[in-house]
């Protein structure tokens, strides 16, 4: 029924009232990174969870930056679901590895160096 609602509603000769479609994330998603700035006696940072849609968030919502500022080398991103307290043990064995994504970002040292060399550059 959707497909021809919507070829209805290109079509120039039916007339359909308008309705909004938007889809519903039913998992949780976040980023997972180490923290640059607190390092412990053994050299670890503590792990910065940052969510980016919650549970139920509609999509497409508004566009979602995240800034990464305190990095001054090259670092790694883990996209992951985030907390499933809404399956069981079963379901969580079914659904398998809640990694989604680890992204790898480099080449921060050559910028920074690059961009810190000229004069008047404060880094923030």
Same mark, same amino acid.
């Given at each position: 029924?959707?497909?021809?609602?919507?070829?209805?509603?290109?079509?120039?000769?039916?007339?359909?009232?308008?309705?909004?479609?938007?889809?519903?994330?039913?998992?949780?998603?976040?980023?997972?990174?180490?923290? $640059?700035?607190?390092?412990? #006696?053994? &050299?670890?940072?503590? +792990?910065?969870?940052?969510? =980016?849609?919650?549970?139920?968030?509609?999509?497409?919502?508004?566009?979602?930056?995240?800034?990464?500022?305190?990095?001054?080398?090259?670092?790694?991103?883990?996209?992951?679901?985030?907390?499933?307290?809404?399956?069981? $043990?079963?379901?969580?064995? #079914?659904? &398998?590895?809640?990694? +989604?994504?680890?992204?790898? =970002?480099?080449?921060?040292?050559?910028?920074?160096?690059?961009?810190?060399?000229?004069?008047?550059?404060?880094?923030?």
């Amino acid at each position: 029924m959707g497909a021809v609602y919507q070829a209805a509603h290109l079509s120039k000769g039916f007339k359909v009232k308008k309705f909004d479609v938007r889809d519903l994330q039913i998992f949780p998603v976040q980023v997972d990174f180490i923290s $640059a700035h607190s390092k412990d #006696e053994a &050299g670890a940072g503590r +792990i910065i969870h940052r969510p =980016i849609y919650p549970i139920k968030s509609f999509i497409p919502a508004s566009k979602k930056v995240l800034s990464f500022t305190s990095f001054t080398e090259d670092f790694s991103v883990n996209v992951n679901y985030g907390e499933m307290k809404q399956l069981n $043990a079963d379901q969580l064995m #079914e659904f &398998g590895s809640l990694n +989604i994504s680890e992204i790898k =970002i480099s080449g921060v040292t050559d910028v920074y160096v690059r961009e810190t060399a000229k004069e008047g550059t404060v880094f923030k």
